[in-house]
């Protein structure tokens, strides 16, 4: 370790992380801070994204949905089972060693990007000096040219629900569990709601999911919410919406929650009670007296489009900045930072960041809503295109859902593309590649799509428009 870098990355979460690599094959010297530690006291790069939420997430929601379709679906298929058994060890094992993989995988980068990996913790101190803390305590000042701030963000706090780390827990704890509880309380129905209850749920858990607002998914587009919250009620999750909590206790092994409804006050008693009620920026120790980085009322760090601070040479990426709090977002902020340090073009185009919730069916979204739109008083038309009529989702025992286009109708700009069903985070994609190029509606219809297939869902979707749909009646 140097004193003097051109780069240091405070943070080495799916922004930071990415921005060290990207700042190191632009030829600069790079060091990453990351204070990350796992549940042993270990660390480990890639922050909450690959040690406590994206990844482990997925790997669960993985194991869980199959065991789901063996139970529940492989009979219509010809494939009869009996017994089935599931080992939440094993799971659990499977989830750590992707885990382990992922993070074990950054260090390679860094290698081969020459970017020296610090663990411990960074603080910003005045004139673009940091002073890094190892992991033995030991105090040390080093120097940048540049310093870019990505430290991320931490589940938000319940005030009437107090972690204990055993009966209420957070995310992470949720997705720790040894083994299944018969009562799963959820405070949230948001993404990390919604994706932990699923895999509880699939698992044998009665899953009761608390949601203060009076709507459900308020942030994606409403015939799409309506369509989830059927879903998830047929698969037998429990969602009350318009649900304050107020109180929980833990007693005896379970927890007693009390919440207010439009019934008046109510109680639910549950073996484990998870606080997913969202994130907010990690700031926490980041910034020293004197650096003139500012944050605004709800704690971000205050950016402009291209992610500088206003100090100069001072930068911040992915989730401790304004904007939605995703690891694809923060990541391309981190390469975009990196590259117009070295001098390069780089550039973000928040129109186009695409949102995912990894259930089944899959929910996936990128532009405006209709509600959106018809805010905003641009005349639009919509093309939606249901599963049910798509030859390969019926061969693949997946119709719930469908995709809805919306489109201009002074020059056909897709505005936005919204999608329920199977395999809708990958489906997404072709939208958003689509909306970069500020694509119409038309240049979608008159893309050859390979059949049968899932993406021709869009294709429809996109002739529904304009009423000419070929595999579903034109309304």
Same mark, same amino acid.
């Given at each position: 370790m140097t004193d003097t870098y051109d780069v240091i990355v405070i943070g080495g979460g799916p922004a930071g992380y990415p921005a060290a690599i990207r700042a190191g094959q632009n030829g600069l010297t790079v060091a990453c801070i990351d204070e990350w530690k796992n549940l042993d006291g270990s660390h480990a790069f890639g922050g909450t994204c690959l040690n406590a939420g994206c990844i482990p997430s997925k790997a669960l929601l993985e194991s869980s949905e199959l065991l789901y379709r063996a139970r529940e679906e492989f009979a219509v298929h010809g494939i009869k089972l009996a017994g089935i058994e599931f080992d939440v060890a094993q799971m659990q094992k499977r989830k750590a060693g992707i885990v382990k993989a992922s993070t074990q995988g950054i260090l390679a980068l860094f290698k081969a990007a020459k970017v020296v990996g610090l663990p411990g913790h960074g603080r910003l101190l005045p004139g673009r000096e940091v002073e890094y803390t190892d992991t033995a305590g030991k105090k040390a000042v080093l120097k940048a040219k540049h310093v870019v701030l990505a430290s991320g963000s931490v589940p938000t706090p319940l005030r009437n629900a107090a972690l204990n780390g055993r009966e209420i827990i957070d995310s992470w704890g949720a997705l720790e569990l040894g083994s299944v509880p018969k009562r799963l309380g959820v405070i949230g129905a948001g993404v990390i709601g919604l994706e932990l209850g699923s895999v509880w749920r699939r698992l044998g858990s009665e899953v009761v999911m608390l949601e203060a607002l009076d709507s459900f998914l308020p942030m994606a587009d409403q015939q799409v919410s309506k /369509?989830?919250?059927?879903?998830?009620?047929?698969?037998?999750?429990?969602?009350?919406?318009?649900?304050?909590?107020?109180?929980? %206790?833990?007693?005896?092994?379970?927890?007693?929650?009390? =919440? +207010?409804?439009?019934?008046?006050?109510?109680?639910?008693? %549950?073996?484990? *009670?998870?606080? @997913?009620?969202?994130?907010?920026?990690?700031? *926490?120790?980041? *910034?020293?007296? $004197?650096?003139?980085? +500012? #944050?605004?009322?709800?704690?971000?760090?205050?950016?402009?489009?291209?992610?500088?601070?206003?100090?100069?040479?001072?930068?911040?990426?992915?989730d401790c900045v304004r904007g939605p709090m995703l690891a694809h977002k923060g990541k391309e902020e981190g390469v975009m930072v990196a590259d117009l340090i070295a001098g390069h073009h780089g550039e973000v185009n928040y129109k186009t960041?695409?949102? %995912?919730? =990894?259930?089944?069916? /899959?929910?996936?979204?990128?532009?405006?809503?209709? /509600?959106?739109?018809?805010?905003? $008083?641009?005349? =639009?038309?919509?093309?939606?295109?249901?599963?049910?009529?798509?030859?390969? @989702?019926?061969?693949? /025992?997946?119709?719930?859902?469908?995709?809805?286009?919306?489109?201009?109708?002074?020059?056909? &700009?897709?505005?936005?593309?919204?999608?329920?069903?199977? #395999?809708?985070?990958?489906?997404?994609?072709?939208?958003?590649?689509?909306? &970069? =190029?500020?694509?119409?509606?038309?240049?979608?219809?008159?893309?050859?799509?390979?059949?049968?297939? #899932?993406?021709?869902?869009?294709?429809?979707?996109?002739?529904?428009?304009?009423?000419?749909?070929?595999?579903?009646?034109?309304?």
């Open positions: /369509e989830a919250l059927r879903a998830f009620k047929k698969q037998g999750i429990d969602i009350r919406l318009g649900a304050k909590v107020s109180g929980a %206790v833990a007693k005896d092994g379970a927890v007693e929650v009390s =919440y +207010a409804d439009a019934k008046g006050t109510q109680t639910l008693t %549950v073996d484990r *009670l998870v606080v @997913a009620i969202g994130r907010r920026p990690q700031t *926490l120790g980041l *910034l020293a007296d $004197g650096t003139g980085v +500012a #944050l605004d009322a709800r704690g971000f760090i205050q950016v402009d489009q291209e992610c500088r601070t206003g100090v100069e040479n001072v930068w911040a990426v992915g960041v695409p949102s %995912v919730i =990894y259930t089944a069916p /899959e929910i996936a979204w990128v532009g405006e809503t209709e /509600e959106q739109v018809k805010a905003g $008083g641009r005349p =639009y038309k919509t093309g939606v295109f249901p599963f049910l009529a798509s030859g390969r @989702a019926r061969a693949m /025992e997946a119709t719930q859902g469908f995709v809805k286009l919306i489109a201009a109708i002074d020059d056909d &700009e897709i505005l936005g593309v919204h999608i329920i069903g199977p #395999l809708a985070g990958e489906l997404i994609a072709e939208a958003v590649l689509a909306m &970069e =190029y500020s694509a119409s509606s038309e240049d979608l219809q008159r893309t050859i799509h390979a059949h049968p297939t #899932l993406s021709e869902a869009l294709h429809e979707a996109a002739l529904a428009a304009d009423k000419k749909a070929i595999d579903f009646p034109n309304r």
